[in-house]
Protein backbone atom coordinates (compact mmCIF):
# COMPACT_ATOMS: atom_id res chain seq x y z
CA UNK A 1 0.00 0.00 0.00
CA UNK A 2 1.57 3.65 -1.15
CA UNK A 3 2.08 5.81 1.46
CA UNK A 4 -1.26 7.81 0.37
CA UNK A 5 -3.76 5.25 -0.55
CA UNK A 6 -6.80 7.21 -1.29
CA UNK A 7 -5.01 9.65 -3.36
CA UNK A 8 -7.95 9.45 -5.96
CA UNK A 9 -10.74 9.79 -3.43
CA UNK A 10 -10.67 13.64 -3.97
CA UNK A 11 -12.35 13.13 -7.28
CA UNK A 12 -15.36 12.00 -5.58
CA UNK A 13 -16.18 14.82 -4.38
CA UNK A 14 -17.50 17.32 -6.56
CA UNK A 15 -16.80 20.44 -4.25
CA UNK A 16 -13.59 20.19 -4.54
CA UNK A 17 -12.90 20.83 -8.03
CA UNK A 18 -15.19 23.94 -7.49
CA UNK A 19 -12.63 26.69 -7.43
CA UNK A 20 -13.24 29.57 -4.52
CA UNK A 21 -12.25 32.85 -5.36
CA UNK A 22 -10.39 31.21 -8.02
CA UNK A 23 -8.34 28.90 -6.93
CA UNK A 24 -8.57 25.29 -5.49
CA UNK A 25 -9.79 24.53 -2.14
CA UNK A 26 -7.93 22.78 0.75
CA UNK A 27 -10.85 21.63 2.60
CA UNK A 28 -9.52 21.22 6.52
CA UNK A 29 -12.30 21.14 7.79
CA UNK A 30 -14.08 17.78 7.97
CA UNK A 31 -14.30 17.51 11.56
CA UNK A 32 -17.09 19.99 11.62
CA UNK A 33 -18.72 18.18 8.62
CA UNK A 34 -17.86 15.89 6.01
CA UNK A 35 -17.94 16.92 2.17
CA UNK A 36 -20.07 14.87 0.24
CA UNK A 37 -19.10 12.39 -2.31
CA UNK A 38 -21.09 12.04 -5.52
CA UNK A 39 -22.77 8.60 -4.54
CA UNK A 40 -24.89 10.59 -1.59
CA UNK A 41 -25.50 13.27 -3.83
CA UNK A 42 -26.83 11.11 -6.81
CA UNK A 43 -28.98 8.93 -3.92
CA UNK A 44 -30.86 11.78 -2.17
CA UNK A 45 -31.61 13.44 -5.55
CA UNK A 46 -32.70 9.69 -6.91
CA UNK A 47 -35.43 9.60 -3.57
CA UNK A 48 -36.51 12.81 -4.26
CA UNK A 49 -37.15 12.68 -7.88
CA UNK A 50 -38.34 9.44 -8.23
CA UNK A 51 -39.24 7.57 -4.87
CA UNK A 52 -40.70 10.38 -2.33
CA UNK A 53 -43.43 9.68 0.01
CA UNK A 54 -43.83 8.78 3.50
CA UNK A 55 -42.94 6.13 5.51
CA UNK A 56 -45.12 3.83 7.36
CA UNK A 57 -48.68 4.85 6.49
CA UNK A 58 -49.51 4.95 2.66
CA UNK A 59 -50.96 1.97 1.12
CA UNK A 60 -49.39 2.54 -2.23
CA UNK A 61 -46.59 1.37 -4.39
CA UNK A 62 -44.00 4.33 -3.90
CA UNK A 63 -44.97 4.26 0.36
CA UNK A 64 -43.99 0.88 0.17
CA UNK A 65 -40.86 1.39 -1.47
CA UNK A 66 -39.60 3.91 0.76
CA UNK A 67 -40.56 2.12 3.57
CA UNK A 68 -38.42 -0.67 2.26
CA UNK A 69 -35.51 2.12 1.36
CA UNK A 70 -36.17 3.42 5.17
CA UNK A 71 -35.50 -0.02 6.83
CA UNK A 72 -33.08 -1.07 4.94
CA UNK A 73 -31.04 1.87 5.81
CA UNK A 74 -31.54 1.03 9.56
CA UNK A 75 -30.17 -2.28 8.52
CA UNK A 76 -26.79 -0.45 6.60
CA UNK A 77 -26.39 1.76 10.11
CA UNK A 78 -26.60 -1.78 12.22
CA UNK A 79 -24.52 -3.76 9.74
CA UNK A 80 -21.87 -0.74 10.16
CA UNK A 81 -21.65 -0.47 13.68
CA UNK A 82 -22.04 -3.98 14.37
CA UNK A 83 -25.68 -3.29 16.33
CA UNK A 84 -27.12 -7.25 16.90
CA UNK A 85 -29.91 -5.85 15.28
CA UNK A 86 -31.81 -3.39 13.31
CA UNK A 87 -34.64 -2.62 15.79
CA UNK A 88 -31.18 -1.28 18.93
CA UNK A 89 -30.96 1.54 15.94
CA UNK A 90 -33.02 4.69 16.19
CA UNK A 91 -32.70 7.33 13.62
CA UNK A 92 -32.72 11.37 15.01
CA UNK A 93 -31.85 14.30 13.96
CA UNK A 94 -27.93 13.98 14.79
CA UNK A 95 -25.43 13.60 18.12
CA UNK A 96 -26.90 16.08 19.62
CA UNK A 97 -30.72 14.98 19.47
CA UNK A 98 -29.62 10.92 20.21
CA UNK A 99 -28.22 12.58 23.57
CA UNK A 100 -30.97 14.70 24.05
CA UNK A 101 -33.00 11.50 23.72
CA UNK A 102 -31.20 9.60 26.70
CA UNK A 103 -30.92 12.45 28.51
CA UNK A 104 -34.56 13.11 28.55
CA UNK A 105 -36.11 9.60 27.78
CA UNK A 106 -33.44 7.48 29.96
CA UNK A 107 -32.57 10.28 32.40
CA UNK A 108 -36.31 11.11 33.91
CA UNK A 109 -37.19 7.70 34.69
CA UNK A 110 -33.61 6.34 35.84
CA UNK A 111 -32.09 9.90 37.60
CA UNK A 112 -32.78 10.26 41.15
CA UNK A 113 -31.58 13.00 43.02
CA UNK A 114 -27.94 12.45 44.62
CA UNK A 115 -27.05 10.79 41.44
CA UNK A 116 -23.78 11.48 39.86
CA UNK A 117 -23.47 11.55 35.76
CA UNK A 118 -19.64 11.49 34.87
CA UNK A 119 -18.63 13.17 31.93
CA UNK A 120 -14.93 14.10 30.79
CA UNK A 121 -13.40 17.46 30.74
CA UNK A 122 -13.18 16.81 26.97
CA UNK A 123 -16.54 16.76 26.17
CA UNK A 124 -18.50 18.85 23.25
CA UNK A 125 -21.15 21.12 24.54
CA UNK A 126 -23.82 19.08 23.05
CA UNK A 127 -22.41 16.04 25.99
CA UNK A 128 -22.93 18.20 28.51
CA UNK A 129 -25.86 20.77 28.37
CA UNK A 130 -28.15 18.22 27.98
CA UNK A 131 -26.62 16.66 31.02
CA UNK A 132 -26.77 19.30 33.00
CA UNK A 133 -30.50 20.28 32.27
CA UNK A 134 -31.51 17.12 33.39
CA UNK A 135 -29.38 17.07 36.58
CA UNK A 136 -30.84 20.51 37.19
CA UNK A 137 -34.34 19.30 36.76
CA UNK A 138 -33.72 16.36 39.29
CA UNK A 139 -31.00 17.17 41.83
CA UNK A 140 -28.09 15.17 40.36
CA UNK A 141 -24.60 16.18 40.09
CA UNK A 142 -22.45 16.53 37.07
CA UNK A 143 -18.77 15.84 37.29
CA UNK A 144 -15.78 15.09 35.04
CA UNK A 145 -13.16 12.74 34.56
CA UNK A 146 -9.84 15.20 34.32
CA UNK A 147 -7.94 15.58 31.13
CA UNK A 148 -3.72 15.66 31.33
CA UNK A 149 -2.17 18.30 29.31
CA UNK A 150 -1.21 16.45 26.72
CA UNK A 151 -4.91 15.67 26.13
CA UNK A 152 -5.52 12.25 27.54
CA UNK A 153 -7.63 10.71 29.42
CA UNK A 154 -6.17 10.88 33.05
CA UNK A 155 -7.36 7.54 34.92
CA UNK A 156 -4.91 7.83 37.80
CA UNK A 157 -7.67 9.04 39.96
CA UNK A 158 -10.58 7.02 38.71
CA UNK A 159 -11.54 5.03 41.83
CA UNK A 160 -12.44 8.27 43.37
CA UNK A 161 -15.27 9.28 39.96
CA UNK A 162 -16.26 5.83 39.44
CA UNK A 163 -18.41 5.57 43.02
CA UNK A 164 -21.48 3.79 43.14
CA UNK A 165 -23.62 6.88 42.98
CA UNK A 166 -22.75 7.33 38.81
CA UNK A 167 -25.23 6.03 37.73
CA UNK A 168 -25.15 7.56 33.72
CA UNK A 169 -20.97 7.64 32.03
CA UNK A 170 -21.37 9.65 29.01
CA UNK A 171 -17.42 10.53 27.27
CA UNK A 172 -16.91 11.19 23.75
CA UNK A 173 -15.14 8.35 21.63
CA UNK A 174 -12.62 10.81 19.82
CA UNK A 175 -12.35 14.96 21.34
CA UNK A 176 -13.29 16.92 18.15
CA UNK A 177 -10.75 19.41 20.07
CA UNK A 178 -7.44 17.17 20.69
CA UNK A 179 -7.88 14.28 18.25
CA UNK A 180 -7.51 11.98 21.37
CA UNK A 181 -9.06 8.64 21.10
CA UNK A 182 -10.51 7.37 24.60
CA UNK A 183 -10.43 3.72 25.20
CA UNK A 184 -13.78 3.30 25.59
CA UNK A 185 -13.94 -0.64 26.02
CA UNK A 186 -12.13 0.16 29.37
CA UNK A 187 -14.88 3.24 30.62
CA UNK A 188 -17.58 0.51 29.60
CA UNK A 189 -15.93 -1.80 31.90
CA UNK A 190 -15.68 0.69 34.89
CA UNK A 191 -19.24 2.00 34.44
CA UNK A 192 -20.26 -1.31 34.58
CA UNK A 193 -18.48 -2.11 37.65
CA UNK A 194 -20.39 0.61 39.53
CA UNK A 195 -23.83 -0.03 38.18
CA UNK A 196 -23.85 2.33 35.80
CA UNK A 197 -24.70 3.04 31.43
CA UNK A 198 -22.33 4.46 29.08
CA UNK A 199 -23.35 6.65 26.46
CA UNK A 200 -20.68 7.55 23.51
CA UNK A 201 -20.52 10.47 21.54
CA UNK A 202 -19.01 8.51 18.53
CA UNK A 203 -19.34 11.94 16.25
CA UNK A 204 -15.28 12.37 15.63
CA UNK A 205 -14.65 8.38 15.66
CA UNK A 206 -17.35 7.08 13.14
CA UNK A 207 -15.70 8.47 10.06
CA UNK A 208 -12.00 7.54 11.19
CA UNK A 209 -12.01 4.00 12.06
CA UNK A 210 -14.15 1.41 12.85
CA UNK A 211 -16.97 0.65 15.96
CA UNK A 212 -18.39 -2.10 17.08
CA UNK A 213 -20.79 -1.40 19.66
CA UNK A 214 -20.82 -5.02 20.48
CA UNK A 215 -17.34 -5.02 20.94
CA UNK A 216 -17.28 -2.05 23.18
CA UNK A 217 -19.73 -3.49 25.06
CA UNK A 218 -21.74 0.47 25.17
CA UNK A 219 -25.50 0.97 26.82
CA UNK A 220 -25.89 3.80 23.47
CA UNK A 221 -24.00 5.12 20.68
CA UNK A 222 -24.31 8.46 19.31
CA UNK A 223 -23.11 9.77 15.94
CA UNK A 224 -24.49 12.36 13.00
CA UNK A 225 -24.79 11.60 9.11
CA UNK A 226 -22.75 14.75 8.26
CA UNK A 227 -19.63 13.80 9.50
CA UNK A 228 -19.30 10.70 7.81
CA UNK A 229 -20.32 12.22 4.17
CA UNK A 230 -23.84 11.71 4.71
CA UNK A 231 -26.49 14.33 5.14
CA UNK A 232 -27.46 16.96 7.27
CA UNK A 233 -30.51 16.13 9.77
CA UNK A 234 -29.90 12.96 10.04
CA UNK A 235 -27.96 11.14 13.18
CA UNK A 236 -28.31 7.87 15.04
CA UNK A 237 -28.92 6.79 18.41
CA UNK A 238 -27.83 3.31 19.37
CA UNK A 239 -28.92 1.58 22.17
CA UNK A 240 -29.34 -1.90 23.56
CA UNK A 241 -32.51 -3.47 23.37
CA UNK A 242 -33.28 -4.46 26.75
CA UNK A 243 -32.39 -0.68 27.80
CA UNK A 244 -34.59 0.75 24.90
CA UNK A 245 -37.38 -1.30 25.72
CA UNK A 246 -37.35 -0.27 29.47
CA UNK A 247 -37.22 3.33 28.31
CA UNK A 248 -40.52 5.27 28.03
CA UNK A 249 -41.03 7.39 24.63
CA UNK A 250 -39.32 10.76 24.28
CA UNK A 251 -41.37 12.88 21.97
CA UNK A 252 -45.34 11.77 21.07
CA UNK A 253 -47.00 11.55 17.85
CA UNK A 254 -47.51 9.96 14.81
CA UNK A 255 -45.76 6.57 14.35
CA UNK A 256 -44.52 6.19 18.04
CA UNK A 257 -47.84 4.82 18.98
CA UNK A 258 -49.53 1.03 19.18
CA UNK A 259 -52.72 2.81 19.58
CA UNK A 260 -54.77 6.36 20.96
CA UNK A 261 -57.44 6.98 22.73
CA UNK A 262 -58.53 10.33 24.72
CA UNK A 263 -58.81 7.94 28.00
CA UNK A 264 -54.86 6.58 27.29
CA UNK A 265 -51.88 5.68 24.54
CA UNK A 266 -50.15 2.46 23.97
CA UNK A 267 -46.97 2.97 22.51
CA UNK A 268 -45.20 1.25 19.46
CA UNK A 269 -42.11 -1.17 19.96
CA UNK A 270 -38.55 -0.04 19.98
CA UNK A 271 -37.26 1.75 17.48
CA UNK A 272 -40.03 3.47 16.31
CA UNK A 273 -41.33 4.80 19.80
CA UNK A 274 -38.32 7.03 19.44
CA UNK A 275 -38.87 7.91 16.34
CA UNK A 276 -42.51 10.61 16.43
CA UNK A 277 -43.47 12.40 13.00
CA UNK A 278 -42.34 11.96 9.56
CA UNK A 279 -38.74 11.29 9.93
CA UNK A 280 -35.77 12.81 7.36
CA UNK A 281 -36.00 9.46 4.85
CA UNK A 282 -33.82 10.97 2.45
CA UNK A 283 -31.45 11.77 5.21
CA UNK A 284 -31.78 7.94 6.00
CA UNK A 285 -31.21 6.77 2.74
CA UNK A 286 -28.03 9.15 1.83
CA UNK A 287 -26.63 8.68 5.43
CA UNK A 288 -27.38 4.55 4.33
CA UNK A 289 -25.33 5.17 0.70
CA UNK A 290 -22.55 7.43 2.52
CA UNK A 291 -21.60 4.26 4.84
CA UNK A 292 -21.31 2.14 1.71
CA UNK A 293 -19.09 4.55 0.50
CA UNK A 294 -17.12 4.23 3.24
CA UNK A 295 -17.13 0.40 3.36
CA UNK A 296 -16.02 0.82 -0.83
CA UNK A 297 -13.10 2.57 0.25
CA UNK A 298 -12.25 0.52 3.03
CA UNK A 299 -10.75 1.03 6.83
CA UNK A 300 -7.47 -0.06 6.44
CA UNK A 301 -7.43 2.42 3.42
CA UNK A 302 -8.93 4.83 5.56
CA UNK A 303 -6.95 4.66 8.62
CA UNK A 304 -3.42 4.32 6.70
CA UNK A 305 -4.34 7.86 4.81
CA UNK A 306 -5.59 9.74 7.92
CA UNK A 307 -2.63 8.71 9.61
CA UNK A 308 -0.26 9.32 7.04
CA UNK A 309 -1.66 13.03 6.99
CA UNK A 310 -1.65 13.81 10.35
CA UNK A 311 2.04 12.35 10.98
CA UNK A 312 3.24 14.56 7.96
CA UNK A 313 1.67 17.77 8.94
CA UNK A 314 2.45 17.06 13.04
CA UNK A 315 5.90 16.95 11.52
CA UNK A 316 5.83 20.32 9.52
CA UNK A 317 4.09 22.23 11.34
CA UNK A 318 6.40 21.08 14.43
CA UNK A 319 8.80 22.62 12.28
CA UNK A 320 7.50 25.96 12.80
CA UNK A 321 9.24 27.53 16.26
CA UNK A 322 5.77 29.73 17.28
CA UNK A 323 3.64 27.07 16.86
CA UNK A 324 2.38 25.07 19.86
CA UNK A 325 0.14 22.54 19.14
CA UNK A 326 -2.69 21.40 21.74
CA UNK A 327 -3.24 17.63 22.10
CA UNK A 328 -0.47 15.10 21.11
CA UNK A 329 -1.86 12.12 22.61
CA UNK A 330 -0.17 9.10 20.96
CA UNK A 331 -3.73 7.93 19.86
CA UNK A 332 -5.40 10.30 17.75
CA UNK A 333 -8.02 10.34 14.61
CA UNK A 334 -6.99 13.28 12.05
CA UNK A 335 -7.25 16.17 13.97
CA UNK A 336 -4.32 18.80 14.70
CA UNK A 337 -5.28 21.84 16.42
CA UNK A 338 -2.22 24.64 17.73
CA UNK A 339 -2.26 28.13 18.40
CA UNK A 340 0.53 30.53 17.16
CA UNK A 341 2.06 31.68 20.41
CA UNK A 342 0.93 35.42 20.55
CA UNK A 343 -1.41 35.86 17.95
CA UNK A 344 -5.41 34.93 18.41
CA UNK A 345 -7.02 31.76 16.90
CA UNK A 346 -9.57 33.32 14.78
CA UNK A 347 -7.14 35.98 13.69
CA UNK A 348 -4.97 33.29 12.15
CA UNK A 349 -8.07 31.61 10.42
CA UNK A 350 -8.56 34.21 9.15
CA UNK A 351 -5.92 34.77 7.34
CA UNK A 352 -5.48 31.14 6.17
CA UNK A 353 -9.17 31.56 4.99
CA UNK A 354 -7.49 34.32 2.51
CA UNK A 355 -4.98 31.26 1.43
CA UNK A 356 -8.42 29.14 0.56
CA UNK A 357 -7.34 27.01 3.47
CA UNK A 358 -10.35 25.85 5.47
CA UNK A 359 -10.00 25.40 8.97
CA UNK A 360 -11.71 25.81 12.28
CA UNK A 361 -10.71 28.63 14.62
CA UNK A 362 -12.16 28.90 18.25
CA UNK A 363 -13.14 27.16 21.17
CA UNK A 364 -15.14 24.44 19.13
CA UNK A 365 -17.90 23.89 21.48
CA UNK A 366 -15.58 22.61 24.48
CA UNK A 367 -15.18 25.74 26.82
CA UNK A 368 -14.82 24.07 29.66
CA UNK A 369 -11.58 22.23 27.93
CA UNK A 370 -10.41 25.68 26.96
CA UNK A 371 -10.64 26.68 30.73
CA UNK A 372 -8.66 23.39 31.67
CA UNK A 373 -6.07 24.37 29.14
CA UNK A 374 -6.02 27.86 29.96
CA UNK A 375 -6.44 29.19 26.23
CA UNK A 376 -9.32 30.98 24.67
CA UNK A 377 -9.40 28.56 21.18
CA UNK A 378 -7.64 26.59 18.70
CA UNK A 379 -6.75 26.78 15.01
CA UNK A 380 -7.82 23.27 14.36
CA UNK A 381 -7.03 21.45 10.90
CA UNK A 382 -8.98 17.77 10.41
CA UNK A 383 -8.34 15.36 7.44
CA UNK A 384 -10.22 13.16 5.69
CA UNK A 385 -10.29 10.67 2.65
CA UNK A 386 -10.02 13.41 0.14
CA UNK A 387 -7.00 15.45 1.47
CA UNK A 388 -3.40 15.21 0.10
CA UNK A 389 0.14 15.92 0.87
CA UNK A 390 -0.33 18.53 -1.06
CA UNK A 391 -3.06 20.34 1.12
CA UNK A 392 -0.49 19.69 3.94
CA UNK A 393 1.96 21.89 2.28
CA UNK A 394 -0.64 24.75 1.36
CA UNK A 395 -1.44 24.40 5.13
CA UNK A 396 2.31 24.89 6.49
CA UNK A 397 2.41 28.01 3.88
CA UNK A 398 -0.98 29.29 5.16
CA UNK A 399 0.64 29.09 8.65
CA UNK A 400 3.76 30.63 7.20
CA UNK A 401 2.02 33.54 6.16
CA UNK A 402 -0.26 34.28 9.21
CA UNK A 403 2.91 34.20 11.73
CA UNK A 404 4.55 36.63 9.20
CA UNK A 405 1.41 39.01 9.56
CA UNK A 406 0.52 38.73 13.18
CA UNK A 407 3.88 38.01 14.66
C1 LIG B 1 -19.99 17.61 15.91
C2 LIG B 1 -19.95 16.99 17.24
C3 LIG B 1 -21.10 16.90 18.02
C4 LIG B 1 -22.43 17.49 17.61
O1 LIG B 1 -22.90 16.95 16.44
P1 LIG B 1 -24.19 17.57 15.72
O2 LIG B 1 -24.14 16.97 14.37
O3 LIG B 1 -24.02 19.06 15.72
O4 LIG B 1 -25.37 17.13 16.51
C5 LIG B 1 -20.99 16.28 19.24
N1 LIG B 1 -19.84 15.76 19.67
C6 LIG B 1 -18.71 15.83 18.95
C7 LIG B 1 -17.47 15.20 19.48
C8 LIG B 1 -18.72 16.45 17.72
O5 LIG B 1 -17.61 16.52 17.00
New binding site residues.
Partial sequence: MSEFPLSKARVDFPLLTNRVRGKNLVYLDS??SGLKPWPVIERVGHFLTYQTSNVHRGAHFLSDQATVAYEQARQKVAEFIHAPSPSSVIFT???????NLVAQAWGRANLKKGDVILLTEM?????IVPWQMIAKEIGAEVRALPVKPNGDLDLSRADDFFTPNVKMVAV?????TLGTINDVALLAQKAHAVGALILV????MIANHPVDVQKLDVDFY??????IFGP?GI?VLYGKKDVLDAMGPYQGGGSMISEVAFAGTTYHDVPFRFEAGTPNIEGAVGLATALEYVQKLGWPAIEAHEKALLDLATQKLSEIPEVELVGTSANKVAILSFNLKGAHPSDVGQIMDQENVAVRAGH??TQPLMKVLGITGTVRASFSVFNSAADVEQLVKAVIKAKEMLL
Fill in positions: AARGTTESIEHHSNTHASNDGAQAFSGHKYGHC
